[in-house]
């Protein structure tokens, strides 16, 4: 039954407008008290890091410092010896608080002592605090990223989109592949065929969605096309909701040959042809292989038509040391997963 409220005039757009202002002031509210515990830290880690350098001050002092503010305000967390060591270590490392303000204060206190004891370069540490804003990573997610290699991987796909798109198309569309892939989620055996790492894909389907990046949403796999009477099936196709185009993805479990990039042209000229909707922007395709030759496949790539990548992956048993490490939970990714699908109804 329709309430009575509804049928006022702009009633509707109002309690939208009164929402979005909550919401809105929700956010701000949260992004004050974090913002402003952050320079406190950076303060209290000036100050330590002055009475120590001015002063002569031990490392013995941060554990006496600690029981006296703990005794001081018993019901505040953070104030243990090892939070003070990190907070003077914050303090040393980002000495200019208005840079502080404006690169890290809008991440958590928990993500930034993982920058500082994961990482060591300041453009890498500069680069994670970036992502953990655009796309609302967990602390755990960006341990994951941090420990994957992302900084290195992303946007590293040989691809042929500044001949075949716009720009700035085509650098959004460059930074959403990577190189390698990391699926260090699979197990397959030498004797394993591209039918096998399909479905290992789509078993730990969430561990790829991951693995792909944020945007990215599974279609289906072996979808069918017909073109003049011939039956086709591509291995996996996405769409990109940021991106707003279909993503087609072809798995080779063999180096990259040549005659693979005009199957993926043809691919995705027939997707751009039957499936593309007018306001949908042109797809693009990635194959995805065991390993290429980089001159090859730009000599590949040179002609064709339409906007293509190619990527290796590696699986468990292959990956580089400094490339492994522990997946999210389930839990973990589908908080990722919801933080992009509430920026999407909020642009909606």
């Not at 206190?109 to 994670?128: A, C, D, G, V």
């Not at 290699?149 to 716009?166: C, V």
Request: proline share 3%.
């Amino acid at each position: 039954m329709v309430s009575k409220l509804s049928l006022i005039d702009g009633y509707d757009d109002f309690l939208r407008e009164l929402k979005e202002r909550i919401r809105s002031a929700q956010v701000r509210a949260v992004l004050s008290v974090n913002r402003e515990l952050l320079l406190l830290y950076w303060q209290i880690g000036c100050e330590i890091l002055m009475r120590q350098q001015q002063q002569g001050w031990g490392a013995k002092v941060i554990d006496k410092l600690a029981g006296g503010l703990r005794q001081a305000f018993p019901e505040m967390k953070g104030f243990s010896a090892r939070n003070l060591k990190y907070m003077r270590a914050f303090a040393e490392a980002y000495p200019d608080e208005q840079f502080v303000q404006e690169a890290f204060a809008q991440i958590t206190w928990y993500h930034n002592t993982t920058l500082m004891e994961k990482l060591k370069s300041l453009e890498q540490r500069l680069w994670y605090a970036q992502q953990t804003i655009q796309y609302g990573w967990s602390r755990n997610v960006l341990v994951h990223q941090i420990e994957s290699g992302l900084y290195h991987r992303q946007g590293k796909a040989i691809t042929n989109f500044e001949n075949t798109l716009p720009k700035p198309e085509s650098e959004l569309a460059q930074q959403i592949l990577k190189d390698p892939y990391n699926f260090d989620f699979l197990s397959l055996g030498k004797e394993a065929e591209e039918r096998d790492l399909e479905k290992g894909l789509l078993k730990h389907i969430r561990d790829f969605l991951l693995e792909l990046g944020v945007g990215f949403a599974f279609v289906g796999s072996q979808h069918h096309l017909e073109v003049d009477g011939e039956d086709f099936y591509i291995d996996l196709l996405f769409y990109h909701l940021r991106l707003r185009r279909f993503v087609v993805i072809d798995l080779k479990m063999e180096k990259f040959k040549p005659e693979f990039s005009g199957k993926m042209n043809f691919y995705v000229a027939a997707v751009d042809d039957l499936l593309k909707h007018p306001d949908d922007n042109p797809s693009i395709g990635l194959i995805l292989c065991k390993t290429k030759s980089q001159t090859i496949v730009e000599y590949a790539l040179r002609d064709i038509s339409k906007p293509i990548g190619v990527s290796t992956y590696q699986l468990r048993d292959t990956l580089p040391e400094q490339l492994q490490g522990s997946l999210p939970t389930i839990e973990q990714l589908e908080a990722e997963l919801e933080a992009v699908s509430m920026e999407i109804e909020d642009k909606e």
